[in-house]
């Protein structure tokens, strides 16, 4: 009963002072929409993270171009080339699968519509390497790549870039640079892989891509899908093992190369993201106290401005507690209302970032929410506290007899 009454009284006192209430509770919104949208900006750049380091393969490593490096100084960059990752290939050592890889950007045409994109020469194996899916049409084949094709494969924006049905694209010749090239399949979905979308890349045989495309034979990147049943370390030693050999590296001399462990690289970022939106978070909770004062200010000018009320409640019989309990009550209720309407609007926010950003998946942070109004709450009981007493103490005589 006591419970109830005190409800229905906090609930007519805020709405006998809605805009006050509401100005006193923007502290409280603006921190949860804050502690929100963040929390749930950093869950989906995590879910990112781990969606595209998933599609590099469960066990991926990735060798990159390095410097060369005398008596501790930087020199030139030294190339990867078809010949290393061939080297690799013939290795018996780990029955491991290699993707070399060789890209840069082309203008590409397709009967009055034209765009630049990404161009990447890959072999076959690269798209069950990168776990890629066909939905219309082939891949191309050895056979092609050695007869240096003119072929290409599409990722699944590429006709959506280029304002043309997919279906118009199939077996069509579109340009690319000063050559022409057949159509022959289309890829699904895939998304970002990295600082990259895959969706936005056209892919043609690495041989083509090497002496029609941009003339040259080395490499961008070499990819390693390592086996079960071999370690990432193990597996990176024998790449080292091999390019040092290629490259004629004397012992004691420095990799001219880079390998990279994507897996470190996923939980490095994940770490990172972490630490930032614990940190912009913690920093937004402030505003939650602040706004806790905020709360703690209005209900000591309510009860002022209730002195005579709490006076003839006390005389018509109400106890201390009861007093204490319904101005609690009031503040953690207007606390809560301001917690509800921040985690909304954060939630917006978040939404609002995800849809204008393909990378960053929308995951509803239902923990976050709770999290963020349980916490409301405590506020508006940590700070209604005072307020309450200092109410609850009112001498009934004198609060009758206040102006």
């Excluded at 409800?7 to 509770?25: E, G, P, Q, V, Y």
Aim: hydrophobic share 45%.
């Amino acid at each position: 009963m006591i419970i109830e009454e005190s409800i229905n009284s906090a609930i007519d006192a805020i709405k006998a002072n809605l805009l006050r209430s509401l100005l006193t509770a923007l502290a409280i919104i603006i921190g949860t929409a804050a502690v929100i949208a963040m929390v749930g900006i950093g869950t989906g750049a995590q879910q990112a993270i781990e969606d595209s380091i998933a599609g590099l393969g469960a066990k991926t490593v990735s060798v990159f171009p390095g410097q060369k490096k005398r008596r501790g100084v930087t020199g030139s960059w030294v190339a990867l080339w078809l010949k290393d990752s061939d080297a690799l290939s013939k290795d018996s050592e780990i029955p491991w699968r290699i993707s070399p890889e060789m890209h840069g950007n082309k203008q590409v045409k397709f009967g009055d519509n034209n765009a630049n994109f990404s161009i990447y020469g890959v072999q076959p194996n690269f798209f069950s390497v990168n776990s890629f899916t066909l939905t219309k049409g082939k891949l191309f084949s050895e056979n092609d790549n050695f007869s240096r094709k003119k072929v290409a494969v599409l990722g699944h924006n590429i006709a959506e870039e280029l304002k043309i049905p997919e279906e118009m694209l199939l077996n069509k010749e579109l340009q690319i640079g000063s050559h022409s090239f057949k159509v022959i399949g289309l890829l699904g979905k895939k998304g970002s892989g990295g600082w990259e979308n895959t969706d936005e890349r056209i892919y043609v045989p690495m041989m083509t891509a090497s002496t029609r495309v941009y003339g040259r034979k080395w490499i961008n990147t070499i990819r390693a899908q390592i086996p079960e049943g071999t370690s990432i370390k193990e597996a990176m030693m024998s790449i080292e093992r091999v390019l040092r050999r290629e490259h004629d590296i004397s012992p004691g001399v420095d990799n001219d190369f880079r390998i990279i462990d994507w897996s470190q690289i996923q939980q490095i970022q994940q770490d990172a993201t972490a630490i930032f939106t614990t940190l912009i978070a913690g920093i937004a909770g402030i505003s939650l106290l602040v706004g806790g004062i905020g709360v703690m200010n209005i209900m000591l000018v309510s009860v002022t401005e209730r002195t005579r009320e709490i006076g003839l409640r006390k005389a018509l019989g109400a106890t201390p507690r009861a007093i204490l309990f319904q101005f609690i009550v009031e503040a953690i209720i207007l606390c809560v209302i301001g917690g509800i309407i921040g985690a909304l609007f954060g939630t917006f926010i978040y939404f609002l970032a995800a849809s204008f950003s393909e990378q960053l998946p929308f995951v509803v942070p239902v923990s976050a929410i709770l999290g963020a109004i349980t916490f409301s709450a405590c506020v508006g009981l940590f700070f209604g506290i005072w307020p309450a007493k200092r109410a609850a103490r009112l001498d009934p005589a004198v609060a009758l007899q206040y102006e």
